[in-house]
């Protein structure tokens, strides 16, 4: 793995700070009704794609996700500013806005969405995995999904066939304790989900994922394990959202109190921390980042904001028609 240095400090206090500032104005913005639809935000999670991507190789691995997946594509190295232009639906978005807040996609960063069915990203993610062990290209594909997801049937057959096939993927369940507002302890007979791997033989564990350096190591060994053949890991990244499920939760389940707590071990607080106990910066080169991301988020908003809505005949090009399809009433 590439090593952990001060500047991946700074690199990770800055990447995870946007994130976080990116994903505000869009809690702000979707107020305002210029995002609309579903928002899932990734408030507290940020720790797991730092970890992660700093131990990918960013030029041919790649990732798939849910739909809490607005920073994951950024980290891969896709412009924010046409991130932020799907979310408010314009011809400059990621998908020339036809996509939206859960879809984000892009091809030529290697991230495949952006899916908003529970756990249907998880087959999905072997067979990037199958495609590349059947055309023997050097790729480990990251498959994320919520703690919800792991109660899906496909996370079963998925297991079963990419220990069969020692498939290059790394199944990383995001537990961040909640599905919508159903705890993790209401879902299962026991709490601890890394021990669904077990089942398969599937290597796996629990990481403490509030801390990227943490998150990076394990993912390395997980990455390692999968380039060489060797097939996929299970790993439980134990983590947290600050904010409700989509903007419409009124937190019911839980407590604020309980929020606040977990808050004391905030990812980005913590890597801040670490840069100050250090000496590896001084508050004035911090207060320069703080800057610097301000401006890039006021950016991006800017760029949202003045992109033109796309052509309306853009809607017809999307449409898959089989001419010969049988079922059509004009063929009946
Ligand atoms: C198959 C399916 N069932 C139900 C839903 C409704 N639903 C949307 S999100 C969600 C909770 C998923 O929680 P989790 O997997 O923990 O992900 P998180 O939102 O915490 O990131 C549910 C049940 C859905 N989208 N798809
Ligand atoms: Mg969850």
Redesign the pocket.
Known sequence: MKKITKKTYLDWYENMLFWRKFEDKLAQVYINQKVRGFL?LYNGQEAVLAGALHAMDLSKDRMIT???NHVQPIGMGVDPKKVMAELYGKGTGTSQGLGGSMHIFSKEHRFYGGH?????QIPLGAGLAFADKYFERDAVTLTY?????TR?GSLHETFNLAMLWKLPVVFCV?N?G???GTSVARTANHTDIWKLGLGYEMPCKPVDAMKPEVVAKEMDEAIKRARRGDGPTFLELRTY?YRG?SMSDAQHYRTKEEVAKKQEEDPITYVLHQIYENKWATEAEIKKIDQRVKELVEECEKFAEESPYPEKNVMFDAVYEQEDYPFLSDKL
């Open positions: 899932h849910a739909y809490r908003g069915i529970v756990g249907g999904m919520g703690d919800g997801a899906q995001e961040n909640y599905a919508m959202r499920h």
